[in-house]
């Protein structure tokens, strides 16, 4: 069965400081690995996704995301955060099913 | 394109009540979703249909049950409400490409409240 782990509940930086989110899957295959952004109050909305090639991913509003296989691990990063950041992210695997498993979701804080 | 909508957007209903939420898809998409989302449990799928004219059972079925209408809508059935369901409902949708898993598209919610 597939899983997805963020071992980070909360996460606060400081406006302008460097981001990595965590996320590490079990899947026994190559995995189709996504990361979504939640607004308060609104739905998900993909930030990018990894399906195979290259394994640095990048994405929307300055993300970007690295499939490493060897640690099972697929981490999103940005290099400087802005206040409009501030969300909560989910990491998701899917194999041959196509049905995504979610991660519990990491809430961003950010501080002025 | 309006995208996935879903009506209502609030709803309160008492214990033992039903209510049916409706989810509409304007993107041709052939699958659609349920998740329930809960405080620190992510979303958890209830049920899904991965074409029209089919429905699955998803991790937390119980309680609940679905209509895929036509190709646009799949609608979810509350038959007796209970507080336990009280959670906020995302309807998504997914094309079905072959040979890879494209991302969902999610609706904006419908947070319930059961008393």
Redesign the interface.
């Known amino acids: 069965a597939q899983s997805v782990t963020q071992p980070d509940i909360h996460i606060t930086v400081s406006e302008g400081a460097s981001l990595e989110l965590r996320c590490n899957y079990s899947y026994g295959a190559t995995p189709y690995l996504f990361w979504y952004v939640q607004s308060p109050g609104q739905g998900l909305q993909l930030l990018l996704k990894y399906f195979s090639g290259d394994t640095l991913v990048q994405g929307i509003k300055g993300f970007e995301a690295e499939f490493k296989r060897s640690q099972s691990s697929f981490n999103l990063r940005k290099p400087s955060v802005h206040w409009s950041d501030a969300a909560e992210y989910f990491c998701a695997v899917s194999g041959g099913s196509y049905i995504p498993t979610f991660g519990r979701g990491t809430s961003l804080i950010v501080h002025p | 394109n309006a995208g996935?909508t879903q009506t209502p957007k609030f709803q309160v209903l008492k214990t033992g009540q039903s209510m049916t939420l409706q989810c509409a898809q304007d993107m041709n998409h052939n699958?659609m979703y349920w998740y329930r989302q809960d405080p620190?449990?992510?979303?958890?799928?209830i049920y899904?249909s991965?074409s029209e004219g089919t429905t699955d059972k998803?991790e937390v079925p119980n309680g609940y049950n679905v209509s895929r209408l036509n190709k646009r809508e799949f609608s979810l059935r509350l038959e007796s409400a209970a507080p336990s369901q009280t959670s906020v409902y995302?309807c998504?949708s997914?094309p079905?490409t072959s040979g890879?898993?494209d991302?969902?598209f999610?609706?904006?919610?419908t947070r319930l409240t059961v008393l």
């Open positions: 996935v699958s620190g449990m992510g979303l958890r799928l899904y991965a998803g995302f998504a997914r079905l890879r898993a991302e969902q999610f609706g904006p919610g």
